[in-house]
């Protein structure tokens, strides 16, 4: 005779459960169509990013004299020095038409000519990009030239002549505290797309299973067997787990991917920041996922999840746009804010403005702030999963004093 007790076989039912979630979950197309493709938009979008950077670019100007040539050869090197890999070659031409000819034949690309003391860059039929880097440097290899000319006709050095006229840009800081503060900015942005995506794909997910089950009364059937709480539970550390795994393959992936891009040295800053995401994800999404689940439990049919919801996606929405777009003293405010703090922290650990002990501070007021989500929204799936016959308010749910066990 077995010498358990009833509490101790029901104690363990939430692994039953959470076990059904995970492997209901790992044979549906829909969720690994679409963890495979994130993963794959991930690869790609580094390996685009990879043969953009690195792809060099000829562009051919056609000249009518030495001077031309010069000019060109100089914009050469000005383009070389600030590291662009394009490449400007002179293409020499005996006159306007012959060069016409030329750049109607693909044999050039622009016309670069004098005419008197104005230089003309040409197209064939539209006129260069102001933005190209060619445009760019040839308009520096004009401006250097026609300055050495000036100062060699005034009898002065173009160093002299020069002497004030330039503006530098920089900051009060270093290069690096410029590089993490870009950095900080694209990895809060990425950040938040991830956990908000995640939470709407899984929590519709968590909603439209509890509406189903209490739609084809087969939560009735259930909760004869297994303590609500433990149904619950299990609900949520299912897709907890499935969540989670899905985020560490996707950054995992990114982190790898960056290893190989043209940003590696980025890769040291961004994976301490990367690593406390995931424990920000988890908590996050556990204090969320209840509540989740509680809108699922007050909607009466699958139509209604949109509307029981939609309160829990604004104000998970406002949160998360906070994170994001916070800067100083408000991003240090947000960074203790739950759900916003899973942006927020991570975007100053980059940047170096956050002390050891900060988000350990702001995981313990997330993990406080999930505990009470946890209690409200199994207080409200407890009273509501039962009621049938339509939509039930949120007051009239956490009034309800028909509680199942």
């Known amino acids: 005779m077995s010498s358990t007790t009833p509490d101790e076989r029901t104690g363990s039912l939430w692994q039953i459960v959470t076990g059904r979630e995970i492997s209901a979950k790992l044979h549906d197309k829909a969720f690994i169509t679409s963890t495979i493709t994130t993963l794959l938009l991930v690869i790609v979008g580094f390996a685009v990013s990879i043969l953009i950077t690195g792809r060099s670019q000829t562009t051919t100007v056609a ?26 070659e002179a293409v020499r031409a005996g006159s306007l038409e012959q060069a016409t000819r030329q750049m109607d034949d693909g044999g050039a690309d622009l016309l670069l000519q004098r005419s008197g003391d104005q230089w003309r860059l040409s197209g064939l039929k539209s006129a260069p990009s102001q933005t190209s880097t060619s445009t760019q440097a040839l ?7 026609s300055i050495a000319g000036n100062a060699k006709a005034l009898g002065v050095s173009p160093e002299r002549l020069t002497a004030g006229t330039t503006l530098q840009l920089g900051t009060l800081g270093s290069a690096q505290d410029s590089e993490k503060q870009g950095a900080a900015t694209v990895l809060g942005v990425v950040f938040a797309i991830l956990f908000y995506l995640s939470m709407i794909i899984f929590g519709y997910a968590i909603a439209n299973s509890v509406v189903e089950e209490k739609q084809s009364r087969i939560a009735e059937i ?10 619950l539970l299990g609900k949520i550390l299912g897709n907890t787990v499935l969540a989670l795994g899905q985020m560490v393959l996707i950054v995992g992936v990114a982190l790898a991917g960056l290893s190989f891009s043209p940003w590696k040295e980025y890769l040291s800053m961004v994976t301490a920041p990367a690593l406390w995401f995931l424990v920000y994800f988890v908590v996050g999404f556990m204090a969320l996922a209840c509540l989740w689940a509680a809108a699922g439990a007050l909607a009466g049919r699958s139509e209604d999840v949109s509307s029981t919801s939609m309160p829990l996606l604004m104000v998970v929405m406002a949160v998360y746009f906070y994170g994001m777009l916070a800067n100083g003293s408000s991003q240090v405010i947000a960074s203790y804010i739950p759900v916003a703090s899973a942006i927020a922290m991570p975007t100053r650990l980059v940047t170096g403005a956050a002390s050891w002990w900060e ?15 946890i209690w409200a929204g199994e207080r409200i799936y407890r009273r509501a999963i039962l009621q049938t016959g339509g939509k039930i308010s949120l007051k009239s749910a956490w009034r309800n004093a028909d509680v199942v066990r």
Not at 222 to 231: C, F, G, K, N
């Open 139 to 145: 308009t520096q290899a004009v401006a250097a030239t």
């Open 359 to 373: 988000p350990i501070v702001s995981i313990l007021v997330s993990l406080v702030f999930s505990a009470f989500t």
């Open 222 to 231: 259930l909760l004869t067997a297994i303590p609500s709480r433990q149904l």
């Open 63 to 88: 000249v009518l004299d030495d001077q031309g040539a010069a000019v060109v050869s100089a914009a050469q090197q000005i383009g070389k020095a600030s590291g662009s890999n394009d490449t400007l």
